[in-house]
């Protein structure tokens, strides 16, 4: 499903842990790390779509997550000739995402990267916030430091962070650009599959809701 312009609806997924810390995936068989997305499908809103990949990504369901922000607009990036099929060029021009900020409910051993037949992941690992850039296909980087700046204000605030920024790290709320991701540590850890525990059933909670407009 493209629009007039040639770019395909998608959603992005920032996942936080009690930490603030934030999911990041390794693309199975390639060396390259991302956060979860996927695209919206025909009749689906952008949160029902980002509710079917994190469960199709990463083994979550609804109740596992609480939604704290999304972007208000759409955020686009376009995808060089050579990474799109050949009988779709001319028409495919990329991905306009919507991204989600989501803060984790549940526990590591709820991630699942085997929940479907396609698994997208073969390793995972928790991050801080401004993931390095460079380890990001090149063709996402600017999209990636639009949504994290955007969503950068609403993490949520707690002892962990607060104990930190009082050491003298950078806070969120000066929303850092590309300057101070360059100098950011861009080393990636050894790259370890995870088997995760089986899936646990949680109590239903009253979510909040993302804001709309836009």
Known sequence: MLDREGFRPNVGIVLLNQKNQVFWGKRIRTHSWQFPQG???????????????????????????????????????????????????????GQKQIWFLLQLLGHDWDLNLRATDHPEFDAWRWNDYWVPLDA????????????????????????YRNRFLRQ???????????????????????????????????????????????
């Open 39 to 93: 695209g919206i499908d025909r009749g689906e809103t952008p949160e029902q779509a980002m509710v079917r990949e994190l469960h199709e990504e990463v083994g979550l369901l609804r109740e596992h997550i609480r939604i704290v922000a999304r972007t208000r607009d759409w955020l686009r990036y376009e995808v060089p000739d050579r990474y799109i099929r050949r009988d779709a060029r001319g028409h495919y021009k």
């Open 168 to 214: 003298g790290m950078r806070s969120l709320e000066q929303e850092p650009g590309l300057e101070a991701l360059a100098g950011a540590n861009s080393e990636l850890p050894p790259e370890t599959a995870f088997e995760t525990r089986p899936q646990t059933e949680y109590e239903a909670r009253q979510l909040e809701n993302p804001d709309k407009n836009g």
């Open 136 to 159: 990001v296909v090149e063709f996402k980087r600017g999209v990636y430091e639009i949504a994290l700046t955007e969503l950068a204000r609403y993490v949520p605030r707690n002892e």
